[in-house]
């Protein structure tokens, strides 16, 4: 058995939070998600949680456990011990229990124009790109938009409108990638106290980002091209 | 209430094609979805998506015919030979058109599309990023709808089609977060729902890949097609039963027994690991039959997929994962274990009945993607094959949509259709919620997801489908009796998964119905009492319709134009 303490909380109903204990049985490989649907299932069917995939992918899932953001779907249980306890990302409005409102955190990300730019034609085929340069942005790309990094941010405790590490890694993805020819632009949506400069390279985002991303090293590369750039038209080049 | 021209059921790949070339020929678009498109299942499509560029060097002959002969010849000659012409003359197009639109597509020394082999392909075809082809998919068409201020409602759950008089005039939704009853009028509706493999309890599916969205175009009377033709993936991992991509034998990885032997030499000599995905499921539950697998005593039985001699560069750099999801699911490393592996439930075939435009038989009703059937892959998919469809016959539900309502003169309907189709869903809502069964939702669900598992899976008989039926048909009664959900509707997730059962429910008597009616193997469909491919008779659709007593078979002819069936053999 393991004993799952779910934090609970239904503003629409409810004047304070609390936590609700449940008693699930083991079984070889049980993940957090899991033991999600077995309450779901068998012994409160009002919980709400968020899911889809069940294998890391889709970013539904991502919650607090244990003391650290994470997917419940790619965490086994047997590692966190008997007592199993989960609270929704930090920083977002509450809907219900686990789910909460993301409408900020696409906010932001819609923010700093996510998608590719370009000045050039496309040429008739592909644009060339060699796998040295599809490299730059190869770590970059795997984002699936979960949220634990932003959960886990602490300046985006402290200022909603913090553009976050998501947003900046999109952003990162889009100004290292070979074929986008906006950079301008793109370094003035992001080079702002509520841009790279907001970052104080805490790292939690790395250390919670359940595809290894490490957005505060991608964060790192741009407050160096923003400073080049801003050093370029300072010299008039 | 909402209104717009064309509203798109569904934000994974059909949906959001479909959304953005709606927009483009100057339509009121809006992206209705369960789910926020990001989190769509196609974004978990791993191995890659097939065109003809011939940019690999073992590929340079390729062509959109030859890419056609293939489906055609993997479809076992079901599918309908003009549009599968029309979706391999049109991938090369639409990869490039991803390509600039920044998809991050994994390349070759030349700085071009990668290109890998896939099974039951005759050149290196698959153009693929890494083994997370559809998540960067996903995002590059995500990143589009945004620029193109696609309006997206997020977290809404169509509970029905509204229909009036053979047209369709919008849905009536569930806004999962407020808990209300909405309804959107709309001149046309693209259904792009996705697969419902999760009527199956093996499955390599999403938990939200049900069939509720072909339910909803079956009950507002289009029909379904082909739905007994299921494909069965031979590497799920045992246990979760995630997905292992065809790309895993794509780089070179072998299917290995008990005794150490690559078994696909009896069955497949000439293509090995590489044949269509139908005969390596079935020789690899015969190895397991026949006891030469392994065996668990939980997950049951399975075979190894072993490709730790692609070496840990090639792993790291093709496969990461792969990787990743044996280290999370499986405790173990591929680089340094093989893999355990059992066929799995993974795609549908069969779907809502569209001609080669996406319509189906009821006016201003499209569907594209897996919850459709054009039919371009007939008995047996390609892998590769269905990202192209969701973006090819994405494509063309956009633009049809769009052409439609252009043709369109006046609104043909009163206003009291949207309203009494609400009110409808309100009395089942309400029904749903307050009545006082006792039956166990997720007990019918567990007992459907069984029944098809044995019954209706790899090798079928006409004993075991009759049972199947027999008991489908009980769930469906039993259904009527199910303990409520709870008075309040937000975000009430035990609602929801009882919406999804009753979806699975019908749309699996249709499937059922249709296998035990086809008295020959053909494809994924697999007889033990009618082990023969039969062009005399069953060279031909089969088409499900709903009435009162349940699906109502019919038949319609295969399109054949130039590729006269013959035996398939690799
Ligand atoms: C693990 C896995 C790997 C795969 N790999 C490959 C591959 O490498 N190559 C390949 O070609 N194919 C692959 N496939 C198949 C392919 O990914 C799918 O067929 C394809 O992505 C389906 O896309 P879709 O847009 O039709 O549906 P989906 O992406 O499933 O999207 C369905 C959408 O409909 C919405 N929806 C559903 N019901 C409702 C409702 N009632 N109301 C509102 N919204 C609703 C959902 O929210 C979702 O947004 C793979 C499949 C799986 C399961
Ligand atoms: S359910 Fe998809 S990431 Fe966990």
Known sequence: ????????????????????????????????????????????????????????????????????????????????????????????????????????FFRHYEKIKPYLITNDQPPKKEFIQQPAQRKKIESLIDCILCGACYGSCPVAAGEPNYLGPHALLKAARFIFDSRDTNDRERINLINHNLGVFRCHTIFNCQQVCPKKIDPSEAIARMKMKTVWSKLRGFFGS | MHKCNVLVVGGGLAGLQAAIDAKEAGMDVIVISKLHPIRSHSGAAQGGVNASLANNPAGKDDNAERHAFDTIKGSDYLADQDAVEIMTAAAPGLIYQLEHWGC??????????AQRPFGGAGFPRTCFGADKTGHYILQTLYEQVVKNNIQILSEWMVVSLIVDEGVCHGVVALDMQTGRLETIEAQAIIMATGGGGRMYGRSSNAFTSTGLGMALAYWAGAPLKDMEFVQFHPTTIIGKNILMTEGCRGEGGHLVNKNKERFMQKYAPSKMELAPRDIVSRSIQT???????????????????????LGSAKIKERLPGVRDICLDFLGLDPIDEPIPIQPGQHYTMGGIDTNKDAATEVKGLYAAGECACVSVHGANRLGGNSLLETLVFGRRAGQSAAKYVAGLSDRIFTKNTLADAHKRQEFRLNKLCRQSGTKNPYQIRDELNLTLDDKVGIYRTEADMKKALTKVKKLKQQFEKIKPAGTDTRLNYNLIWILELEGNLDVAEVLVKGALARQESRGSHSRLDFTKRDDGNWLKHTIGKSSKEGAVLSYRPAKITKYQPQERKY
């Open chain 1, 1 to 104: 058995m393991a004993t799952f303490h779910i934090f609970r909380f239904d503003p629409t109903k409810d004047k304070t939070i609390r936590f609700d204990r449940f008693e699930v049985p083991d079984k070889k490989g049980l993940t957090v998600l899991d033991g999600l649907y077995y309450i779901l299932e068998n012994l409160d069917g009002s919980l709400a949680f968020r899911s889809s995939c069940r294998a890391g992918v889709c970013g539904s899932c991502a919650m607090h456990i244990n003391g650290q953001y994470r997917l419940s779907c790619t965490t086994s249980v047997k590692p966190l011990g008997k007592n199993v306890t989960i609270r929704p990302l930090a920083h977002l409005p509450v809907l219900k229990d686990l789910v909460v409102d993301l409408t900020n």
């Open chain 2, 104 to 113: 991050p597509f994994s390349r070759s020394e030349d700085g071009r599309i």
């Open chain 2, 287 to 309: 190895e397991i039959n026949e006891g030469r697998g392994f065996s668990d005593p939980v997950s049951g039985g399975f075979v190894h997929l072993d490709i730790r001699h």
